[in-house]
């Protein structure tokens, strides 16, 4: 018995585009939701041109931008949605391409599950699936493989093409606060340390949220229970959650510590989850709803120190007032329907500094979608501000020893160790092996 | 003077609130000013996300949870704030002993003796209605000190019968803003450098009308440095300085709620006292934890009862207060035997059985206290005795340790009759070998 696939139209029209067009094999990620009885694929995106010309052998995608591809789609969708599954558009043999999507599917699913900081349960389901579509003779060739499994063989699957998959399924949302404060180690090199810090410190918010208790629609629900209640089915439902946490029981250390400053983040942040219309359980709402809280602040956080790193210093939303603090804004979360009248979205970050142009050429790059200002959901979040005024908040030292300038360690420390840096950042949420 | 250990249902049920309240603060610098002013801030910060609408406290083992800062807001909303308290009881589902100590299958708390207590976990709320900023990320690069800990919020109010639920959370939050407050001193109190005492809050339950008290005393401070403090709460509440009411060991003990140390207390309270013509019940008061046979791994079959019995007193004199130390091992026992020049130095660490006398002896020198030793020549002569027995449970109140021939135990209590002379005694048994089961132990008496 294998897995069953549950396709939208449009994504087989998107597919025979694909075959149509003629610069050599395509290849692309496949987009959706798993559930333990079947799979719902809600959209397709196809791996986006890269800049440097392509005189490399011609024929085999390149894993490493397919695999870097997926990393950043990931990063845009919210709960529910996830990377399913990797295709090829080629009139290579089938079993040559099956052994390049294998290779594929393990190496995407890899990269994506090192930078979550939440772990996955036992009842994930593990199976991806890998779709060779053939433009001469318009075959599709579906099987799934195992990728807890790094021996798996390829199994069958069905792929079945069907309208409005999407079009009722349920909406979970909340807007999370964020009150993180944390000690920097006792030593002058700056941003590394704001990093690994940053990384312990959100993992024990990550750590909170899951131990939440959580409300859908004011009641606290049997983990068994369905989310519709015994309302009808296939009616669009929206439900808006509550988290109640108490502190976290490990602390990063009790009592005073020296520390060689400290480091906050502050604000709100919008989370959504998306769930099938097929009888969704209320414990799959509460733990993909919570996972998009972690995903989406750890996802702007890391942003914000891939950004600074680019930016070779302060970046342009930030501020340094005289008590030697720097602020920095993280970019705010703005959604896209997949489908004009479906509830599903996929999501962007824009900065400050940003207009929503740039969201718009990002979509179309990464998720290959056209769309118009107008479709844009902005309203969720408020972009932040640093608002001078909160200079207040912090301790005015009346010893002469405060008052000395110190040196901008943090810009001292990009200029010199660039490289260093940049594997800092992107090891920044590795998973301890 | 007898203190009643436990609370009586007269009034209403007790609603108790604990949860941990995170303190974190950035100190730019250890100047005790700056310390103060910092710490006092941080507090200010506590207080107001207590009062504020994030504020939740959800009932233990139900659905129930409750805003008490929305106008008391509940859910499941069949409650309504101003149902009476102890319609929340009705909510619970508790499997575990009922306060008789005897298990009892899945049912809704059932009337007994013991005063209700309603648990209550102090929570926050992190959603909030949006749109909200998102996110701002703030670095502060300096040599500086941070403080990071948690403190063990443990509020205690008391209802009256038919008290709404809002009337009730309303004072409970005054009374968890309360202890915010005396944590603040207490903290500001005790911080001194870089160290910090975190603030400990205790209950206490003193004779009525003034029922369950809550102090907060710094963690890790042992008794002997705050005689200051309680000799202030005794004067504060009108208690005679002779006997113990706020040492760390009188702490109130909670119904249902089980020890850390993992001996019965006082099994003797679920039996049933026997009947006698014009006769009285003279009962050991305070507590006292069951020694026995082969406890904390040590295998004294045959040998160890007198310890045992010596170390069911010893566990009274520490548990109202009187002492700090605790029980002591059967070679501490030994030791100190030997100490005192009864024993040669080789006693340590055999299997040789100890009498009255020594057991007199070890209660000197461990604890420094005295005690008298009756003789009776013969068991029949007890029965005379009865007198004496009732008037020292009146008086002092401690278990009795009997010991004749090869033979020891401990007597809690007689039901005495002056008219008849007749007389039954209630024996602790240090020769029972099991678990600390309280169904068990109270069956094989």
């Not at chain 1, 986006?48 to 950043?72: F, L």
């Not at chain 2, 298990?103 to 749109?131: F, H, Y």
Request: glycine share 6%.
């Amino acid at each position: 018995m294998g897995r069953t696939y549950i396709v939208e139209d449009v994504v087989e029209g998107y597919l025979t585009k694909q075959c149509e067009q003629t610069a050599g094999p395509v290849s692309g990620l496949l987009i959706g939701q798993s559930s333990t009885q079947r799979e719902y694929v809600v959209t397709a995106t196809r791996t986006p041109q890269r800049e440097e010309s392509t005189a490399s052998g011609g024929n085999s995608p390149d894993k490493e931008w397919v695999t870097e591809h997926a990393r950043q789609v990931s990063r845009m969708l919210p709960g529910g949605l996830s990377v399913l599954g990797v295709f090829i558009v080629t009139d290579t043999d089938a079993k040559d391409t099956l052994t390049t999507l294998r290779q594929l599917v393990f190496a995407v699913e890899n990269l994506i599950s090192s930078e979550r900081l939440w772990t996955s349960a036992e009842d994930d389901v593990s199976d991806r699936v890998v779709l060779h579509v053939n433009p001469k003779t318009r075959k599709t060739l579906c099987r799934t493989f195992d990728v807890k499994d790094p021996k798996s063989v390829a199994k069958p699957a069905d792929w079945k093409y069907q309208s409005g998959v999407c079009s009722s399924w349920s909406t979970v949302s909340c807007c999370v606060s964020v009150d993180v404060l944390l000690p920097l180690p006792d030593n002058p090199t700056a941003t590394e340390d704001t990093a690994k810090c940053l990384k312990e410190g959100l993992r024990g918010w990550a750590h909170q949220l899951e131990s939440a208790v959580c409300l859908i629609d004011g009641r606290r629900l049997a983990a068994d229970a369905e989310l519709a209640g015994g309302q009808k089915r296939n009616v669009r439902q929206t439900y808006s959650a509550q988290l109640l946490i108490t502190p976290d029981e490990r602390r990063l250390a009790e009592g005073v510590q020296r520390c060689g400053g400290s480091v906050s983040v502050s604000g709100a942040v919008y989370s959504t989850a998306y769930l099938h219309s097929n009888k969704p359980k209320a414990r799959q709402a509460e733990k993909l709803l919570k996972r998009d809280a972690v995903s989406t602040l750890t996802t702007r956080a890391q942003m914000l120190l891939e950004e600074l790193l680019t930016s070779g210093g302060a970046s342009e939303g930030s501020s340094r007032d005289e008590h030697q603090r720097e602020q920095f804004c993280l970019p705010h979360r703005v959604f896209c329907p997949v489908e004009a009248s479906g509830p599903v979205c996929v999501c962007d970050y824009r900065f400050s500094d940003e207009g929503l142009s740039e969201v718009i050429d990002r979509l179309k790059e990464m998720l290959d979608m056209d769309a118009a200002e107008k479709d844009l959901d902005i309203r969720r979040e408020t972009p932040a501000e640093v608002l001078e005024g909160d200079a207040a908040d912090e301790p005015t030292v009346e010893t002469a020893e405060a008052l000395q300038s110190k040196r901008n360690y943090f810009g001292a420390a990009m200029a010199t160790t660039v490289a260093l840096l940049a594997t800092a950042a992107s090891m920044l949420y590795l998973n301890d092996v | 003077m007898v203190v009643s250990d436990s609370l009586s249902s007269d009034r209403g049920t007790i609603l108790r609130v604990r949860g941990p309240l995170e303190f974190k603060c950035h100190l730019v610098s250890t100047d005790a000013r700056h310390m103060l002013k910092v710490i006092s801030r941080t507090f200010e910060t506590l207080k107001s996300q207590v009062k504020s609408e994030s504020c939740v406290l959800t009932v233990c083992d139900s659905p129930v949870i409750i805003w008490p800062n929305k106008d008391v807001y509940i859910t499941p909303q069949e409650i309504t704030p101003n149902a009476p308290c102890d319609d929340i009881l009705k909510w619970i589902q508790s499997d575990e002993q009922d306060p008789a100590g005897l298990r009892s299958a899945k049912k809704k708390s059932k009337k007994s003796s013991a005063a209700s207590v309603i648990n209550l976990r102090l929570m926050m709320e992190a959603t909030k209605t949006g749109p909200l900023s998102a996110p701002i990320l703030s670095r502060t690069v300096q040599k500086s000190h941070f403080l990071s800990t948690t403190f063990p919020v443990d509020c205690v109010v008391r209802t009256t019968v038919n008290e709404t639920i809002k009337d009730a959370f309303e004072r409970l939050l005054k009374a968890l803003t309360h202890q915010l407050c005396e944590m603040e001193k207490v903290t500001l109190q005790h911080t001194k450098g870089t160290t910090l005492l975190v603030p400990e809050p205790l209950h206490f339950l003193l004779p009525e009308p003034k029922g369950l008290v809550t102090v907060v005393y710094p963690a890790g401070v042992p008794d002997s440095q705050l005689e200051a403090q309680r000799k202030e709460l005794h004067q504060q509440f009108e208690l005679p300085d002779d006997w113990p009411y706020f040492r760390r060991a009188n702490t109130y003990h909670f119904p249902n709620e089980p020890y850390k140390d993992g001996y019965l207390r006082n099994p003797h309270l679920v039996l049933t006292h026997p009947t006698l013509d014009n006769g009285k019940v003279y009962l050991v008061q305070g507590t006292y934890s069951y020694h026995h046979y082969m406890q904390d791994h040590t295998d004294d079959n045959g040998w160890g009862c007198a310890y045992r019995s010596l170390q069911t007193i010893c566990s009274w004199f520490q548990q109202q207060g009187y002492v700090e130390r605790a029980v002591p091992s059967h070679k501490e026992t030994q030791q100190a035997l030997v100490d005192v020049g009864d024993k040669k130095a080789s006693f340590v660490g055999s299997r040789q059985w100890i009498g009255s006398i020594e057991v007199q002896a070890v209660l000197n020198q461990l604890l420094g206290v005295t005690s008298k030793i009756m003789f009776v020549s013969q068991g029949s002569e007890l029965a005379s005795k009865g007198r004496e027995l009732a008037n020292h449970f009146l008086t002092e109140g401690t278990p009795i340790m009997i010991g004749g021939g090869v033979l020891a135990h401990t007597i809690l209590g007689v039901a005495w009759s002056e008219t008849s002379g007749q007389i039954r005694y209630l024996i602790l048994d240090p020769h029972y070998t099991g678990a600390e089961d309280l169904q068990v132990v109270t069956d094989k008496v």
